[in-house]
């Protein structure tokens, strides 16, 4: 079964009711071994792919995860990446803002990290952080230096929202490639996966009591990822929510996006000119004439 990106894009202009999107669905995968060798062939050809990317030097690749906790972004980049050519990707993740950070707008420190052309640039959360939970806690608003009329103007999501869609169409112009990914996340899954970090020892680091706490605002969450996918998907830039409750099923999606995204910039190798040929030539018999 084919896996066609289009049916988890979220379209231009299209309003978002997640309780009408999928966390789980048929998967693409047969056994363990079956999603082993899909996984390895999208892996192999995504590498292939990447070294393209870097030769021609005309595009770049940036993808932002956004998800509730536990929903397997870490684990999805570590898969979906892992043949990678680590000097042509870097992996950025957005915590707390910093001290010098929060002087800035709420784009500027993401901005820093955007992918040069020829490579990809990986956001395991991303400035939509600042429509996502700072909805959901309005209160981090005042924290943020801005002038009390912006903290209290009812209109501040609409317009970061803008600001968003301005960047992305800017840097669409410029080059780069955005792909968006939401991993939904069901709060039942979420649970069962709480659970196993307490449970297993080895997962316990992955656990926080701020994790629980987050979760008691699972509704508010849904709603912000409601209006945010709604108003910042868009062709430049589009949004694919992705059933998360099946993680091997995920990463497949995942990778076929990606690999169809870069496919789409119709990329090829550097040509060579008559006269590079003769200079390669010339090269060729230097060497040759070593032996």
Known sequence: ????????????????????????IQP???SKEHYQTLLAEQVQELSALQNLLYASNRHALLIIFQAMDAAGKDG???????????????VFSFKHPSATELEHDFLWRSAQCLPERGRIGI?????????LIVRVHPEILHSEGLPDRRTHNKTIWEER????????????????RIVKF????????????????IDTPEKNWKFSQADIEERKFWKQYMHAYEACLSATS??????????????????????QVILDTLKDLKMRYPGTDAQRRDELLQIRQQ???EQ
């Open 182 to 197: 939401f991993l939904h996340l069901s709060r039942e899954e979420q649970r069962q996966r709480f659970l196993s970090r």
């Open 287 to 289: 060497l040759l004439a």
């Open 76 to 90: 999805a980049i570590k898969h979906v990446m892992s043949g990678v050519n680590p000097q042509g990707c870097q």
């Open 28 to 30: 693409f995968y047969r």
């Open 234 to 255: 868009t062709e430049q830039a589009p949004w694919y929510a992705v059933p998360a409750d099946d993680k091997e099923n995920a990463r497949l999606i995942i990778a």
């Open 161 to 176: 929202y803008r600001s968003i869609r301005d960047l992305e169409n800017h840097l669409a112009r410029n080059g780069t």
């Open 123 to 131: 956001f395991n959360r991303s400035y939509y952080e600042e429509v």
């Open 1 to 24: 079964m084919k896996i066609r990106a289009k049916d988890f894009q979220v379209h231009e202009g299209e309003r978002v009711k997640l309780a009408k999107w999928p966390t789980r």
